[in-house]
């Protein structure tokens, strides 16, 4: 294997695919990152066997091949060459790639490319796409609610939901839940579910650009789902199991509604969680709703915060505590300004959605007093 590029061009491909590379040492090879080369394309993929990922750079190959390359090292050397004109040449009997530049090289043990396990790709199975932009507003909208280190494998990951061409995207870690909806191409002629670890949607809502005349493509099977844009492809396993019935949740009826800008409630939050108490890991944040008004207190031993914010009400009054923190995750990824909040009780889940928009909502459970 032979070929020229330049530094920019190795740096893309090695950040596009590290996510995915094993930092376990039980599979050596897994530790690296896989190269060939073929049609002056350069194609870089990593796999930790939970998710792969492959893409491609343009590169002028001298001659075609492959090697594995150790990730750590690879990427701290090409991080640290000079902008210039790049040379590759892996030696097959020494399992060598040697890197040229200006005057000097460098040479790096590697694993032939026959020990990498490679990265299937999904052909059959239910098919639909959708636009990047609007997917990564998907993921970033829902995805923070699922408890990645949950040991219950169902809260990890987000139920992507395609019913004719609405795609719905939902996660929860059972104290709080995220539901968007927005328009697909569906290419199934079916409706049909899945649960995707939200460590893979993080990951590829992180590769995408934000490119109006891309399509993102999303494959899936049983077992495995894929997500392919240009040059760019993961495959992820899915979740096995049952996601919770989360419409079972959304309360129908409401005793007191609010509305209210997104901007002023979050910078009274902010503010306000500087001086929350914990109790049972919780940051205990209370709400006092009255005629027109919204009294957020905070105190503890270092201090107290009281603000009073004009809203629009409609109903009584009503004092609930929430955990803070749970309510600034949900206002740094909301993506609207206007907020209308629908409040059953003390005890009830208080829903927030964007005003005059069904298309999202963010169901949150309170604190007991």
């Known amino acids: 294997m032979k070929f020229t590029s330049t530094k920019e061009n190795m740096l893309s491909g090695i950040n596009t695919v590290q996510k995915a590379i094993s930092n376990k ?11 060939k080369t073929e049609n002056n394309r ?5 796999t930790d066997l939970e998710i792969g990922i492959t893409c491609t750079e343009p590169v ?19 991080r640290r060459l000079p902008n210039t004109n790049l040379m590759f040449t892996y030696d097959d009997e020494t399992v060598t790639l040697k890197i040229e530049y200006d005057q000097a090289e460098t040479n790096i043990k590697c694993w032939r490319g026959e020990e990498f396990p490679g990265i299937a790709s999904l052909e059959d199975g239910k098919i ?3 636009n990047p932009a609007v997917f990564k507003s998907l993921v970033k909208q829902t995805g923070f609610c699922a408890n990645i280190g949950d040991p219950r494998p169902i809260f990890t990951g987000a139920l992507m939901e395609v019913e004719s ?8 870690d059972s104290h709080r ?4 909806t927005c328009k697909v191409d569906n290419l199934t002629a079916e409706n049909f579910k899945m649960i995707v670890p939200v460590k893979s949607l993080n990951e590829i809502s992180r590769i995408l650009k934000d490119d109006n005349e891309d ?8 077992r495995q789902v894929s997500f392919e844009c240009k040059d760019v492809r993961l495959l992820s396993r899915l979740v096995d199991g049952v996601f919770p019935n989360y419409r079972q949740v959304i309360p129908a009826e409401y005793a007191i509604m609010m509305k209210a800008k997104k901007k002023h409630l979050q910078e009274s939050i902010d503010r306000a969680s500087l001086f929350v108490p914990e109790r049972d890991g919780s940051s205990v944040l209370r709400f006092n709703l009255s005629d027109g008004n919204l009294n957020i207190v905070s105190k503890s031993e270092y201090g107290m915060v009281n603000e009073n914010i004009p809203v629009y009400t409609e109903g009584g009054e009503l004092s609930i505590l929430f955990n803070a923190k749970y309510l600034t995750d949900a206002f740094k990824n909301m993506d609207f300004d206007d907020l209308d909040v629908k409040l059953g ?11 005059n928009d069904e298309s999202f909502l963010y169901l949150l459970l309170p604190l007991r007093g």
């Open 345 to 355: 009780g003390p005890l009830s889940p208080a829903v927030f959605r964007p005003l």
């Open 60 to 78: 002028q190959v001298l001659e075609e091949g492959h090697v594995v390359v150790p990730a750590h090292f690879f990427a701290e050397i090409v």
């Open 128 to 130: 639909f796409t959708i």
């Open 165 to 172: 061409n609405n795609l719905t995207m939902v996660s929860t």
């Open 215 to 222: 399509v993102l493509t999303i494959r899936c099977n049983d």
């Open 177 to 180: 839940l995220a539901v968007k």
């Open 42 to 46: 350069l194609t870089f993929a990593a």
């Open 25 to 35: 040492g039980a599979i050596p090879v897994l530790t690296g990152i896989y190269l």
